[in-house]
């Protein structure tokens, strides 16, 4: 089992950075493809970007290519999601999630374990 816990959120203008963290507990960590997730009021949670549970292969959602990048170090167990050029269409509340099996899926309900969130809020 992997729980999660985000930080990092915050508020911040239009073009600027924020770095998430996703801390994971247990010792299966390096066995899971992590993702994050984002959530706007009113909206459904939609796909941001996933990394490889070996670093080895990352996606991303087309509005955030060149501006986000993801990250994990193994070591740590922890995943990072750093944000640059933020705008305000970015705001939501932002969740890390693991899985297992196969590389990739976009899928929320193929992620098995989640974080409560961190938000973020972006002014223009």
């Known amino acids: 089992q992997v729980q999660l816990v985000e930080s990092g959120g915050g508020l911040v203008q239009a073009g600027g950075s924020l770095r998430l963290s996703c801390a994971a507990s247990g010792r299966t960590f390096s066995s899971n493809h992590m993702g994050w997730f984002r959530q706007a009021p009113g909206k459904e949670r939609e796909f941001v970007a996933a990394i490889k549970l070996d670093s080895g292969s990352t996606y991303y959602t087309d509005s955030v290519k060149g501006r986000f990048t993801i990250s994990r170090d193994n070591a740590k167990n922890t995943v990072t999601l750093q944000m640059n050029s933020l705008k305000p269409e970015d705001t939501a509340n932002y969740h890390c999630?693991?899985?297992?099996?196969?590389?990739?899926?976009?899928?929320?309900?193929?992620?098995?374990?989640w974080g409560q969130g961190t938000q973020v809020a972006v002014s223009a």
């Open positions: 999630a693991a899985r297992t099996g196969y590389w990739f899926s976009s899928k929320v309900s193929e992620y098995d374990y």
